[in-house]
C-alpha cells in the first residue's frame, strides 16, 4: 500500500495546485507574460499528477481490494474504473498538456509537431481508450462505454492539425485553447468523479457528475475560439480604408 499512498499524495498536492493555477491563464491577458510562465506551471503540475494517476492505475490493476478496500465494488470493476480508466485519463492528460505546449513551441515550424513521440503519444491515448470501452463491456458499465469518445476525439483532431500541410496561421492558438483547456478538463473530470468515491459515493459513477467539467470546459474552448477567429477577421473599416 505504500506505494500507492505515496503516489496519491503527490496527486492529490500537484492536481490540487494545478487546478487553482488553471484560471490564471485562462482569466488572465492572453500573451501576457503572466499567462506563459502559469501556463507552463499548470501543464508541468499537471503532468506530474497525471503520472501519479498513472502509477495509482498500475497498482490498482495490481491489487484492486488493497488499494481500495473502502469500496463496495467487484475487484474487477475496482480495477477497470480505478486501474484501466485511470491510466486512459492520465495519459490523455499528459497528451494534451504535451499537445498544447508543442504547438506553440512550433508555430514557426509546423512539421515539427509530426515527431515520433507526439504521434506515438496520439496513438497509445487511442488504445486506451479503446480498451476502456472494452472493460465497459466486460463489466456493463455503460459509463466506461462513453468515455472512449473524448480519446478518441482528441487524438484525432491533435493529428489532423499535426498533419494539416499548411494549416491557417492562427491555427496554433486553436489548437492551443483547445488542449488545455481540455487538460483541465481530463483533471477537474478525475478529481470530481474520482473525489465523490470518498465525499458522495453514489455519484461516484454518475453521469451528471462526469458531465459538469466538460460542458464548463467546452463553453470556455469555444468562447475563446469566437475571440481569437474574430481578431483575426479584417475590420470594416480596414476593409472599406482598401477599397478606397
Given at each position: ?10 496527486h492529490?498536492?500537484?492536481g ?6 488553471f ?7 492572453k500573451?501576457?507574460?503572466n499567462h506563459?510562465?502559469w501556463?507552463?506551471?499548470?501543464c508541468?503540475l ?18 484492486p481490494?488493497?488499494?481500495?478496500p473502502h469500496?463496495?465494488m467487484e ?8 486501474g ?13 498538456a ?5 504547438v ?7 512539421r ?10 496520439q ?6 481508450a ?15 462505454l ?7 476525439a482528441?487524438?484525432a ?5 499535426s ?5 491557417p496561421?492562427?491555427a496554433?492558438?486553436?489548437?492551443h485553447?483547445?488542449?488545455?483547456v ?5 483533471v ?18 454518475s453521469?451528471?457528475?462526469?458531465s ?11 468562447y ?10 479584417p ?9 478606397a
Amino acid at each position: 500500500m505504500w506505494p500507492f499512498k505515496f503516489f496519491l499524495i503527490i496527486h492529490v498536492v500537484a492536481g490540487a495546485t494545478g487546478l487553482v493555477m488553471f484560471w490564471v491563464p485562462v482569466i488572465g491577458k492572453k500573451g501576457a507574460m503572466n499567462h506563459r510562465f502559469w501556463g507552463k506551471i499548470f501543464c508541468w503540475l499537471m503532468m506530474v499528477t497525471a503520472s501519479m494517476a498513472f502509477s495509482m492505475g498500475v497498482c490498482t490493476l495490481r491489487d484492486p481490494v488493497a488499494t481500495h478496500p473502502h469500496l463496495l465494488m467487484e475487484p474487477v470493476m475496482t480495477q477497470a474504473v480505478f486501474g484501466w480508466m485511470m491510466i486512459y485519463l492520465a495519459l490523455l492528460t499528459v497528451s494534451l498538456a504535451w499537445h498544447g505546449l508543442e504547438v506553440v513551441r512550433n508555430k514557426r515550424d509546423h512539421r515539427r509537431n509530426r515527431s515520433f513521440f507526439s504521434v506515438t503519444l496520439q496513438i497509445i491515448v487511442v488504445i486506451l481508450a479503446l480498451n476502456c470501452g472494452w472493460q465497459g463491456i466486460v463489466i456493463g458499465q455503460p459509463l466506461l462505454l462513453g468515455m472512449p469518445i473524448i480519446g478518441v476525439a482528441s487524438a484525432a483532431t491533435n493529428l489532423w492539425f499535426s498533419f494539416t500541410d499548411q494549416p491557417p496561421a492562427y491555427a496554433y492558438l486553436m489548437e492551443h485553447v483547445k488542449a488545455l483547456v481540455g487538460t483541465g478538463i481530463s483533471v477537474y473530470t478525475a478529481f470530481t468523479a474520482f473525489g465523490a468515491v470518498h465525499l458522495l459515493p453514489k455519484a461516484a459513477l454518475s453521469p451528471i457528475t462526469w458531465s459538469i467539467p466538460l460542458v464548463m470546459g467546452v463553453a470556455i474552448i469555444l468562447y475563446h475560439w469566437i475571440r481569437i477567429r474574430a481578431s483575426k477577421r479584417p475590420s470594416k473599416l480596414s476593409s472599406s480604408s482598401v477599397i478606397a
